[in-house]
Nanobody
């Protein structure tokens, strides 16, 4: 089993930055694709960014390209989401997840609120 613990959310003004961290325990996630999802009130959960096991490729939703950066440190079993130039529409609960063909393991959400 894999446990994922998310930290780093909070309240920030538009244009500001936050960094989310997702620390894994119980089993190494070095062989898993890691993803960051978010869910805003009344909206479906969406994939924001993902990163392959050896960081060989990344994916970003169009809405965050150029502003968010996903990275991982396999020695620390941790994945990060650096969020810059935040906008009010980035307000959501953010989750991290790990998996292979599908995301099998999920962390608890962390609230990110961007004020205008």
């Amino acid at each position: 089993q894999v446990q994922l613990v998310v930290s780093g959310g909070g309240l920030v003004q538009a244009g500001g930055s936050l960094r989310l961290s997702c620390a894994a325990s119980g089993r190494t996630v070095n062989r898993y694709t890691m993803g960051w999802f978010r869910q805003a009130p009344g909206k479906a959960r969406e994939l924001v960014a993902s990163i392959r096991p050896s960081s060989e490729s990344t994916y970003y939703a169009d809405s965050v390209k150029g502003r968010f950066t996903i990275s991982r440190d396999n020695t620390l079993n941790t994945v990060y989401l650096q969020m810059n130039s935040l906008k009010p529409e980035d307000t959501a609960v953010y989750y991290c997840a790990a998996g292979g063909q599908s995301y099998d393991y999920w962390g608890q959400g962390t609230q990110v609120t961007v004020s205008s």
